[in-house]
């Protein structure tokens, strides 16, 4: 039997999913996370509570949601609060174990920019901005960041400080007095990068199949920093392919039948 | 006493120029036919309130009937971009605009301390992020008993809000079910508040699940069939993942977005008319 064929962001997904445990806890954004999540609950981890912002707990979709607040989150739902309690007690309180991330920069400690490229009152481009990540990255008992490597997102001085990684070291995060232990690694289309448990700045630690440690090194725009037992991710299975190709989003809606024809019978 | 009003003439009474305007909804019940009859009657300045603008907001703004803008999440959500916020903040088209952005916590802190009445939310928040340094409403204090040090931001209290609902009883109290956001926050924090609903029926409770919002504390329900879309109303209808994809494209040219929005919504009757026109040329 040949080896199945799989994509960059394929390999990427399933090296997330894999970090989950079979038991966690996760606080979810949509796209990349929401596939990674969705692929290791269905895959190893059947317990995994999946939490997503819009105050769904505990939600078990069986298409992939379009955006955060998707009916098929609250109607697959254990329970569904309000956005004041998801973030307050739930977040804050301290009661989701890991959170996912993604941005349009990161810097070697892992701090995430997702609100300008540019400066702040005259943007390049405007992001959308923090919605949870600020406080994801402060309660969450760790986070995860998904990534594409490249150097335009792998800088060396973010344009603005959105959510806070390892701040300027871990040492440093620690004196901010959020309980969360932050970025635990980041997930790319290359391989993983990991904090170094002293210092806090990231560390090339995993190369999926088939990349070199020097094209993840042209990828980045600071100096990189190579694990010195540099490991190899496993290849995705053929069943972790065939369920995550399995995850797509529900296109359809009734809402074209309840809407009368012009000059039909309106209300 | 709530007041059962046509939608045209609850936006009238309420909805001034200059106001402060929340509209909320949570990806769900976003109040879509209100925000559409606000620009069918060319309400200006307002200052807008929502964590996540939306494309309720995105037409606002681009039709020029915002003067300041506060949220905390300004993409297509599941798409991309929402284009005429980004127009506005990148190049000030149609007109300049202030903008005052949180995160998704502190926003939702700031209507909840809104509707218990307190002057400020006390949150742990934005540590370490540069939002401190660009929005000078968000403050530090130290708690009196544990020295900790809080982030304080100012409670939303907004001239009035709008929320959408499944349904009302003919006294006025608003049931609704389904992801629930804020939104019963923002009305209880604003001066006045619409509440738009799929149906008025005889009478709601929670005996069957989800949340009353008791008559006396809402000013107006307005009927407003279908009035979330492209949002949805759990039990009602589902979310248009089509129209949002296809928003990306009627929104991304400024010029092409007002010759839009004066074809299919300005002129339309109402919010179904609107729809109407939709759907007979494949939006929906």
Avoid at chain 2, 209 to 236: K, M, N, Q
Wanted: net charge negative.
């Amino acid at each position: 039997m040949s080896e199945p064929s799989y994509s960059p962001e394929e390999m990427m997904v399933v090296a997330a999913s894999r970090l989950l445990d079979v038991d966690d806890v996760v606080f979810i954004g949509i796209g990349l996370p929401s596939k990674a999540a969705n692929l290791a609950r269905k895959n190893h981890a059947p317990d995994l509570s999946m939490i997503y912002e819009s105050g769904t707990l505990d939600t078990k979709p069986t298409v992939l949601p379009l955006s955060i607040g998707d009916p098929e989150l609250s109607r697959t739902a254990k329970a569904v609060v309000s956005v004041p309690e998801m973030f307050n007690y739930w977040l804050q309180g301290g009661w989701i174990r890991t959170g996912f991330l993604g941005a349009a920069q990161i810097d070697r400690f892992a701090n995430l920019n997702s609100t300008v490229i540019g400066d702040y009152h005259k943007p390049k481009v405007r992001l959308p901005g923090a919605g949870g990540a600020p406080e994801i990255a402060g309660f969450c008992h760790r986070t995860l960041v998904l990534l594409r490597q490249n150097p335009r997102t792998f800088v060396e001085k973010l344009d603005f400080m959105t959510t806070v990684g390892m701040l300027r070291g871990r040492r440093s995060r620690q004196g901010l007095n959020v309980p969360g232990h932050g970025p635990q690694a980041v997930i790319t289309d290359l391989g993983i990068l990991e904090p170094d448990s002293e210092s806090g700045e990231l560390v090339l630690t995993h190369l999926h199949p088939g990349v070199s440690a020097e094209a993840a090194i042209g990828a980045t725009s600071w100096p990189l920093r190579v694990a010195e037992s540099l490991a190899r991710t496993n290849e995705p299975s053929r069943s972790e392919l065939d369920i995550l190709r399995a995850l797509v989003p529900s296109e359809e809606s009734n809402i074209a039948r309840l809407i009368p024809a012009i000059g039909g019978a309106g209300r | 006493m709530t007041e059962f009003l046509e939608l045209t003439d609850a936006v009238k009474k309420f909805v001034k120029p200059g106001c402060s305007l929340a509209a909320e909804g949570f990806t769900h019940l976003i109040p879509h036919a209100a925000g559409a009859e606000i620009i069918r009657q060319r309400i200006g300045h307002l200052t807008l309130i929502r964590m996540t603008p939306d494309i309720i907001f995105d037409q606002l703004i681009g039709m020029g009937c915002a003067d300041k803008l506060v949220f905390s999440w300004g993409g297509n959500p599941g798409v991309g971009s929402l284009f005429r916020l980004r127009d506005a903040y990148e190049n000030g088209v149609p007109h300049e605009m202030e903008f005052e952005e949180h995160a998704h916590a502190a926003m939702a802190n700031a209507f909840a301390a809104g509707a218990a009445g307190m002057p400020c939310a006390v949150f742990k928040g934005y540590r370490g992020t540069q939002y401190p340094e660009v929005n000078p409403k968000i403050k530090f204090i130290e708690c009196p008993f544990t020295g900790e040090e809080l982030t304080v931001i100012p409670a939303h209290r907004p001239d009035v809000a709008i929320i959408h609902a499944q349904r009302a009883d003919r006294q006025g109290n608003v049931w609704m079910t389904g992801i629930l956001g804020v939104q019963k926050e923002a009305v209880l924090a604003a001066a006045h508040s619409i509440v738009t609903v799929e149906e008025i029926v005889d009478e709601v409770d929670e005996g069957s699940g989800g949340t009353v919002i008791p008559r006396w504390a809402v000013d107006v329900v307005c009927e407003a069939r279908l009035g979330a879309f492209p949002s949805y109303t759990e039990g009602y209808y589902d979310r248009s993942n089509a129209f949002y994809q296809k928003w990306g494209e009627v929104s991304r040219e400024y010029d092409r977005f007002r010759e839009w929005m004066e074809h299919y919504l300005v002129t339309s009757d109402d919010f179904v008319h609107y729809l109407a026109r939709l759907k007979e040329d494949g939006y929906v």
